[in-house]
């Protein structure tokens, strides 16, 4: 009876044996097929930690530190590891109530709970280290350190600029930002992002389910580690720009100084301007959008690069060079002034009363504007070309070479072309070909739709000094090393006027110091050479504009001041600029008064003190 | 008497070995599973692998005791002991310790002991007792009767203890009533049902039902076309049909959520790698990240940082797959494989009844814990929380193996006495 069955003992083993060989092909699919779940185990253990390196110092001309890195301290929570917090005590340390303790709690749960997230972003240094201590008591939160880009003098924002977290525009077009990475947002930080960066690390972690450090991966073997950033050396003589800054109080508008021999920038103040302090770290957003809407100082704004003016009478000297260099002046050319330059419609561009009439070095020291508007008459209507329009072009040509209607190529971010208009503009005005020298003749004294920007006018008095070429101005003058130059700008950049015509204008322009609009700005211990300007401003008080350079002869400083809705250039600009030729070449400011007079002056809130300096030494120009 | 030879002679030492073989693996990877640099040395009795050790020492002295024993005494006292044994299951549910959820347990000394675990060893002792009886056939029904009531009786019990793994372990013992003789359709039935009810919850049903019809009228068109063919053939499709259609019932109503949740994962309609699915996501990504030779012992990062749960006992193969790889894996499935086929081999050797069914009550249990827990692990089967034989921690599976596996080998090595 029972035998029959025996036969079924194989269908047992049968039915065994299929089950194991279905497992032997499911482990064989699972472990050597499919590559999904070795790619799972090492997002389950392995955490790729970011080593940030610490990035590049700032350090001014004289070695100075300007830029600097603070440790920050941020206080993470991963969810899960929370668990019975001393709640009160940990609130009490970071300055929240419990109800805020618990909202932040459950948003970071809401995130990951088991990844960590900010509970509290850069805790001050005084909870940290109370932090630190108590830390253990509260498990599930840690503290990660940041860096904290932290600046010595609270001047020079615009050029230094500010880090933030990098979008997701930036991380999409460039692999090495990863979401939270800072990245130069504007100014140097920007312009030397990846010089200042460094190399980011990468050590692997491994982690257990309850996300704990386990320790490193392979003993470190595929860590990578991180390069320090690079250090930068600027050009930029903090004690100026700070004097710069203290001079512009209360006044719109912007100082430049260049060294003319190198074309480091000494200084670059604009006003008003923040504390770069303000947009650093957490408080950056906050303070920003405070920045952003103030529309009456408008401190965001950038004049010395960002802002455009008619250069007025400064552009005179650009007259002078191109006018020799066309062959259509020469040092003893006399033109008479009867007050003002007829425009032949019965209106005329008018002049201040002058001794008539003047050769080219008596035309700049009093700034004549009938003198150089037959200059640029005589160029325009010159006989060699056929047209006008060919005429202007040469004319144009000229003129940009001296670094205007183009951006400069400058190392600080966000600067203007300034604006030399096209023959083509001028032809949409007036109609093709219905334009003439008469026409266009505001030109010659700098006004009219022509626009500079501040650093380009303090590279105009930069290349006279230098007689006809000058160097990009950067304000990074080495980086790494100290005596290291900034490669990027060793190219001399030569304007279309000969060496030859340059002393004329020099001495022009020692002139206007000595006896001229700008004697103002005279220092009996320093050798000058100035051009006053004054810029028409449909908006309201004209702006008051000064270039100059000292000493005329090895000169160490070219400069432009442009003092918005301030009057003629020898009102404001011109004393400013003379204070700080002196306060660079001299380290010292002897004369206090006309200092204080500078510092104190209010011209954005509507008071415009009179100042104590003689009315006579205020000249128009 | 050829006891005289010493109690030694005459023992199965291939399964022996194969025995030894799976739990020296197991404490192994249960040092594996739980180690870590503070406490690494082996025998740290505050660590499970040090448990463990006292474990496997504790069933040797067992298996050695069982050795001894008069061999008839098993089959003379076997209703004794399964009286013994379901009147424990029974205390149980009123004084024993809840355990994750199943009132299991008692608590003896610092250990916890599972009646349960030991119960399977005494119901296959009744059942090989009472088919053993020499005017037992299958063939009647008040036999059949009796020894599914000797099968569902501690099953049951088990149930109430809300142990649903371990009361489904009992139901392996229909592979002992088909080796003696009930007919085929009741274990095919075993396995049709589950897999058309996973249809049934997969497949739309009419679908179902359409494709059932067509078997149906395969085997009409194939059989002799008598009534009472067309009668079974009928009741079988209309029994299947109702079987689908209250498969959500079922589902929905009599399964507890964790384990409707189980069978969800199953099927993948659960993608919460999170929740229910956690275990088996988990499970699958440490045992395929073992790869081809796997990581090497103790370098297995999945299970060493517990991303694997209960990564000792029910998930102990995970720890083999990672650190061993598919090399190691195979290697334990051909272990297992050799120890059921040489357990049935043997049981098909003994010329009493009792041992032989005895035997095949054995494999049964054996291999049944042994496709549930690695197809869990693999996530063929549902999670069904019990351990893998021999090689998951813990005190009374181990013991309960051994006894069930040596009261074996005992009556094995005594064959020949009995005429």
Known sequence: MERIYADRKYIIIGFFLLIGLLYLVRLFYVQILVDKYILSANNNVLRYVTQYPARGLVFDRTGKLLVYNEAAYDLMVVPRQVKNPDTMALCHLIGIDKAEFINRLERARAFSPYRPSIFEAQITRDSYGFLEEKLFLFPGFYVQPRTLRKYTYPVAAHAFGYIGEAGPDVIEKNPYYRSGDYIGINGIEKSYEETLRGKKGMKIRVFDVLNRDKGSFRDGKYDTTSVAGTDLYSSLDAELQEYGELLMTNKKGSIVAIEPQTGEILCVVTSPSYDPNLLAGNIRKKNYTKLLQDTVFVPLFNRALMAMYPPGSTFKLVDALVGQQEGVLFPETSYGCPGGFPLGNGKKVGCHPHPSPLDLIGAIQISCNSYFCRVFKSIIDKKSYLSTRQAYESWRKEVMSFGFGKKLGIDIPGELNGNIPTPTYYDKYHGKNRWRSMTIISLAIGQGEIGITPMQLANQAALISNRGWYYTPHIIRAIGRKDSLNKAYSTKNRVLVDQKYFDVVIEGMANVITNGTGKIAKIDSITMGGKTGTAQNPHGKNHSIFIAFAPVQNTKIAISVVVENAGYGAAWAAPIASLMIEKYLNRVVKRKDLEESMTSGNLINGKQPESERGKGNILPD | ?419
């Open chain 2, 1 to 419: 008497m050829r006891e005289e030879k010493g109690i030694f002679y005459r023992i199965d030492w291939l399964v022996v070995g194969l025995y030894l073989a799976l739990v020296f693996i197991g404490w192994l990877n249960i040092y594996a599973a739980v180690y870590n640099e503070t406490h690494n040395h082996i025998v740290d009795l505050t660590q499970k692998y040090g448990k463990q050790m006292i474990f496997i020492i504790a069933a040797m002295l067992l298996a050695m005791g069982i050795l001894i024993i008069d061999p008839k005494f098993f089959s003379q006292f076997a209703w004794f002991i399964y009286g013994f044994f379901l009147f424990l299951l029974v205390v149980v549910i009123f004084s024993g310790r809840e355990v994750a959820g199943s009132k299991g347990w008692f608590a003896i000394g610092g250990f916890g002991v599972q009646p349960a675990e030991f119960a399977k060893m005494a119901t296959v002792l009744a059942l090989a007792k009472y088919l053993g009886t020499l005017d037992v056939s299958l063939a009647r029904f008040r036999s059949l009767v009796i020894a599914s009531a000797i099968i569902l009786v501690p099953a049951v019990i088990v149930l109430l203890q809300h142990d649903t793994g371990s009361a489904i372990v009992f139901l392996a013992l229909v592979i002992v009533l088909y080796r003696a003789g009930i007919t085929g359709f009741i274990p095919l039935a075993f396995i049709v049902l589950p897999v058309l009810g996973i249809l049934a919850l997969v497949v739309p049903k009419l679908i179902l039902a359409g494709l059932l019809l067509a078997i149906a009228g395969v085997f009409y068109f194939f059989s002799n076309r008598k009534l009472r063919s067309i009668m079974i053939i009928s009741m079988v499709f209309l029994g299947s049909v109702a079987f689908i259609f209250s498969i959500d019932f079922a589902v929905n109503k009599i399964l507890e959520p964790h384990q409707r949740n189980r069978i969800h994962v199953l099927l993948g309609q659960d993608v919460d790698l999170k929740g229910a699915g956690y275990n088996v996501n988990q499970s699958l990504i440490a045992i395929g990240s073992g790869r081809f030779f796997g990581k090497g012992f103790l370098q297995g990062t999945q299970t060493k940082y517990n991303f694997v749960p209960e990564q000792s006992t029910d998930f102990i193969f995970c720890t083999i797959g990672e650190e061993w790889g598919f090399l190691g894996s195979a290697v334990l499935l051909i272990l297992y494989m050799s120890l059921f086929i040489r357990v049935i081999l043997m049981a098909e050797r003994q010329r009493s009844r009792f041992s032989r069914f005895y035997g095949y009550g054995l494999a049964s249990i054996l291999f049944f814990h042994f496709a549930i827990n690695i197809g869990m692990t693999l996530g063929l089967v549902p999670v069904i929380g019990i351990p893998l034989p021999y090689v998951s921690y813990g005190g009374s599976s181990l013991w309960a193996f051994t006894i069930l596996l040596f009261i074996f080998i005992r009556q094995d090595s005594y064959r020949y006495d009995l005429v």
